[in-house]
């Protein structure tokens, strides 16, 4: 009997994944993972919300009781707060933008609960994600979900050859509807669990203050300037803004501002108006590639700026040692660096990089 962890949420997509193991004969071993900083003030840990909250860890026990399988909690909260904690701070503090999720795909799920996993003895782990593994002339494919508005494969794009090999998504071919019918068939205590939609360790937000109480220090107020270089305003620090904002300035003006770039070293935020947020391409750096080994040339792809942009044609070239130029079709609104951009060819993940500059419709690099 082949021995797998499930990465258990507390959640009905992760719940559904370990039953469905089950019921296929595997040797299924529950985990959640403790992620909740240890730094917290005292009487702060149900505030880490998410995935992997003091919440997450009570109701995947009681999934496991009822599926019948033994449950662990694994504490991977120095792992977490190095890999993706910091650099979250880290990357805020740049002015630019980024996505913790991807990272603790990349750092967390499928690296050290990989490895934890192997110490059990168990070769895989299943997670409820939406995505979908496929072997093809012996290279693993990432491949979109059935259910495509629930699709993840975005914030899946870092995945190895060898983590996709060892590596279950039971739900991939499934909607959502049909993984909550099967809870309920199953009588599953979390059948009816609402989605989380905010960052596991910001529940509320709100981070600006995440940060500053996090690093202890506070955000430094600036200006906020036009492309012309005039003051028009006063920021409250540059890590409560992205690229692309437009609420929340408190500039008046007859035509909607939107942040158009951020300077971290001169301290200012510069707004424009919605046309000055589009870019024509972008250049992407920390690259991996999935359903090719290595790019050889120009690529036309669909390209997707976030998680929920629509994906956009485009053409991909090599540029400099691990670095490459993305060319839109048609102009995008407010790709952020920081952010990831991944390339697809119809269902297929062909890989994924970091925004590391942006070309807006002027011509200038941001």
């Given at each position: 009997m082949m021995k797998v962890v499930v990465a258990m949420s507390g959640g009905v997509d992760s719940s559904v994944a370990a039953a469905l193991l089950k019921d296929q004969g595997y040797e299924?071993?529950?985990?959640?993972?403790?992620?909740q900083p240890s730094n917290q003030k005292a009487g702060e840990t149900n505030r880490f919300g998410g995935c992997c909250g003091i919440g997450a860890i009570t109701d995947a026990q009681k999934v496991a009781r009822r599926l019948g399988i033994?449950?662990?909690?694994?504490?991977?909260?120095d792992i977490f707060a190095q890999h993706v904690i910091a650099n979250f701070c880290h990357e805020y503090r740049l002015g630019r933008t980024p996505n913790p999720c991807i990272r603790c795909n990349q750092y967390i799920k499928f690296d050290a609960l990989l490895r934890r996993a192997r110490?059990?003895?168990?070769?895989?782990?299943?997670?409820?994600?939406?995505?979908t593994i496929v072997n093809v002339h012996e290279r693993y494919n990432l491949r979109k979900s059935t259910d495509q508005r629930k699709d993840q494969t975005y914030f899946l794009y870092t995945m190895i050859q060898e983590q996709l090999e060892h590596s279950l998504f039971p739900v991939g071919g499934l909607t959502k509807a049909e993984v909550r019918r099967i809870a309920e068939k199953l009588e599953l205590p979390v059948v009816d669990k609402p989605e989380s939609q905010e960052i596991c360790f910001i529940p509320d937000n709100d981070y600006a203050r995440f940060l500053e109480e996090y690093t202890g220090s506070a955000a430094t107020p600036g200006y906020i300037i036009d492309r012309q270089g005039n003051v028009i305003g006063k920021h409250r620090g540059i890590t409560s803004y992205?690229?692309?904002?437009?609420?929340g300035l408190g500039i008046a003006s007859q035509e909607p501002l939107y942040v158009t770039s951020i300077d971290p070293e001169e301290n200012t935020i510069t707004v424009g108006e919605k046309n000055e947020v589009y870019a024509t391409g972008l250049i992407a750096s920390d690259l991996n590639w999935i359903s090719v080994e290595k790019q050889d040339g120009p690529t036309n792809v669909k390209a997707k700026i976030r998680h929920l942009h629509r994906e956009a044609e485009a053409t991909v070239t090599p540029a400099s040692t691990g670095k490459v130029v993305v060319e839109f079709r048609e102009p995008q609104m407010a790709p952020a660096p920081g952010q990831a951009v991944v390339f697809y060819d119809g269902d297929v993940v062909v890989g994924g990089g970091t925004i590391a500059r942006v070309v807006s419709t002027r011509g200038m690099e941001q």
């Open positions: 299924v071993i529950g985990i959640t993972m403790k992620l033994p449950h662990y909690v694994v504490n991977f909260r110490e059990l003895g168990a070769d895989t782990v299943a997670t409820g994600h939406y995505a992205t690229i692309g904002q437009r609420k």
